[in-house]
C-alpha cells in the first residue's frame, strides 16, 4: 500500500509534470508527498565543496514544486534539500532513510534514438530504488 510518495524535481518542466503526477497519485491513495531537490556537490578535494544551487534557488524550485502540488489540491507538502555527490544516489538515499513506497519522478524530453532509454537519473534511480518508480512524461 502507497503511504508515502517521493517527487524529486529540479524546477524543469519535465519535473513539474512529475509533481503533478505524484500529486494526483497521493489524493488517490490518501498518501504523504514529499518534494525534494537533489544539490549536487561538486569539488572537495584540495577545494571546495560546492553545491550545484544557491539556497534561493534551491528554495525557489522547492516553493514551486509545492505549489503546484497545492494547485493539484494536496493541503500539506513535505519539502527537503538533499545534498548528495550524485542525484540518484541523493534521491534512493532520501526515499530509503524516510521509508518511502514509491517515488514519481520525470524525465527530459528526448528525439531521436534517446526516445529509446530513460534519462540516466531516472534509470539509476529505478534500477537502485527499494521502492515503485513511476516515471512521468
Do not use: F
Not at 7 to 13: H, V
Amino acid at each position: 500500500m502507497t503511504k508515502k510518495i517521493l517527487c524529486p524535481t529540479d524546477g524543469t518542466p519535465h519535473s513539474m509534470l512529475a509533481v503533478a503526477v505524484a500529486a494526483e497519485l497521493a489524493l488517490k491513495y490518501g498518501a504523504e508527498l514529499s518534494i525534494c531537490v537533489v544539490n549536487v556537490a561538486h569539488g572537495g578535494g584540495r577545494g571546495p565543496l560546492i553545491n550545484h544551487w544557491s539556497d534561493e534557488e534551491v528554495a525557489k524550485i522547492l516553493a514551486d514544486a509545492a505549489a503546484e502540488a497545492k494547485l493539484a489540491g494536496i493541503a500539506s507538502v513535505h519539502t527537503a534539500e538533499v545534498v548528495d555527490r550524485e542525484a540518484a544516489s541523493g534521491i534512493v538515499g532520501y526515499a530509503e532513510t524516510h521509508q518511502i513506497d514509491h517515488i514519481v519522478m520525470g524525465t527530459g524530453d528526448k528525439r531521436g534514438l534517446s526516445r529509446l532509454v530513460l534519462g540516466s537519473v531516472a534509470a539509476d534511480v529505478a534500477g537502485r530504488a527499494h521502492c515503485s518508480v513511476t516515471v512521468a512524461r
